[in-house]
C-alpha cells in the first residue's frame, strides 16, 4: 500500500514534467506549490483506500487476477475524471487538464508495472524453493487429490504439501500425517502454516 501511494504520488511529478518540459505546454501557476502537493497526496491516499476497499491487497499465491488491471484503470480514471470536475467546478482554469490526464495514466502505469513486476519475482523464486508455505490437507477424498495435483503443477505458487490428515491411508496423497484426532500434536510437532479442508466421506 506504502508503495502504491508512493508511486501515484510521484506520478504527479512525472507528469508536470512531461507536459511542460517534454510537451513544451505553456507555465501558468506554480504546479509543485504546497497546496497542490498536498492534494496530489491526497489522491494518493484515496486511491489506496479505494484499492484497499476493492480487496486488492493480500496473498497473490492462489490466484492471478486478470480483472485487477481494470480495476487499477478504472479507480484511476474516475479519481482523474473526479478531479477535472473539481477543478471546473472551482473555476481553476490556471491548473493544466493535460498534467491530471497524465497524472491518472502515469499512476495507473506504475501501479500495474510494479504488480506485475512484483508477481513475476515472486513467483520465479518461489519456483526456486524460496518463501514457501507448508500446508497439510485434512481429507483423503477426490479434492484432496485434486488440491495436491494442482499444487504440484504449479510450484511458483510456493506452496509445500506436507501430508494429509485422515484415518484411512491413501499412498497417493503422501504421508499421512495422523488422524482428525491427531490436529494438535501434529501442528505442534510441524511447522505447518495452514491447514486444507478437503473433507468428503469414506
Known amino acids: 500500500m506504502t508503495s502504491d501511494a508512493f508511486l501515484i504520488y510521484i506520478s504527479y511529478f512525472i507528469a508536470i514534467f512531461f507536459r511542460f518540459e517534454v510537451m ?5 501557476i506554480k504546479l509543485t506549490s504546497p497546496p497542490f502537493q498536498l492534494m496530489a497526496i491526497g489522491c494518493s491516499l484515496l486511491i489506496v483506500l479505494i484499492y484497499f476497499i476493492l480487496q486488492m491487497y493480500g496473498s497473490y499465491r492462489l490466484k492471478a487476477d486478470p480483472k485487477e488491471i481494470f ?17 471546473y467546478l472551482t ?13 491518472g495514466l502515469f499512476s495507473s502505469l506504475f501501479v ?12 520465479h523464486y518461489r519456483r526456486l524453493g524460496y518463501n514457501q508455505k507448508h500446508v497439510a490437507i485434512v481429507g ?40 482428525y484426532e491427531d490436529v494438535e500434536q501434529i501442528l505442534e510437532r510441524r511447522e505447518i502454516d495452514e491447514l486444507i479442508l478437503a473433507l468428503e466421506p469414506h
Open 112 to 123: 500495474i508495472l510494479k504488480r506485475t513486476i512484483g508477481w513475476a519475482v515472486m513467483h
Open 140 to 179: 483423503n477424498g477426490h479434492l484432496a487429490l485434486q488440491y495436491l495435483r494442482d499444487i504440484q503443477a504449479n510450484p511458483q505458487m510456493g506452496i509445500v504439501v506436507d501430508g494429509y490428515i485422515s484415518k484411512v491411508e491413501r499412498p497417493d496423497l503422501g504421508k499421512c500425517l495422523g488422524c
Open 71 to 87: 480495476k487499477i484503470l478504472l479507480v484511476n480514471g474516475i479519481i482523474t475524471l473526479a478531479v477535472m470536475s473539481l477543478l
Open 91 to 103: 473555476r481553476t482554469i490556471e491548473f493544466s487538464r493535460m498534467v491530471v490526464f497524465l497524472f
Open 24 to 28: 513544451n505546454g505553456q507555465r501558468g
